[in-house]
């Protein structure tokens, strides 16, 4: 958590995410470990469920770009930034697909959480096929960026819309319910050992922080997109009674 974001070899390790990220799960120093070799458990800066929610919060950011973008396809498509809606899809996908849905959750918060049982448990078949299906979506995006014409504009736009729909209550979920069964199974020792083991696979895969990365990156996105003043959000007063 330590190394600057500034770092060009971050930044190199993070564009190739896509590549690594597909062998994540062969490469987690955690769970490679044997028996005899006790791991050493610092205590955490950060928890592994505060981990994975404020991962949701750099992929929430990133529903908000595609919200707008959707807007800006209906109402002035001749300003739209296709390059920067390609780059935010890629960040989707490496950052949210290939990191924090498959080598997190699926890898090893679900599976817990689905053979406990519960309400939790009956979300996990839905969660995972809104993954794919984010997968597909994703993807479609930035195969439509890299062809450097929006193309027919109605079905990017409805894929935005329905996108950002679907995750925003997929994330919502898993916060307020399938994290917190994880954790109430794991018990405060087991989540710290499991708090070590997620610094110890984002290290893996990002070859530094992996969030710092992802952080700057929708940043400069936003930024792009003249979506960085948080008060243009701020919502109109009601009509007068
Ligand atoms: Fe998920
Ligand atoms: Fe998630």
Redesign the pocket.
Known sequence: MSSTPQDPSRRAAFAVLGVAGAGLALTLPGCARSQKEPRRVDPPDVSATEDLMREHGVLRRLLVVYRETAGVIRTRPKTLELAVLGQAADLFRTFGEAY??KSL?EAHVFPMVKKAGGRASSLIDT?IA??DRGRQINDFLSARAKTGTLGDAEPVAAALESFARMYEI??AL?DTVVFEAWKALLGKKALDEWSARFEDIERATFKGDGFDLALEQVAAIEQSLGLSDLAQFTAPPPPAA
Request: proline residues 0%.
């Open positions: 924090h849905e959750e969660l809104q993954h997929h994330a898993e």
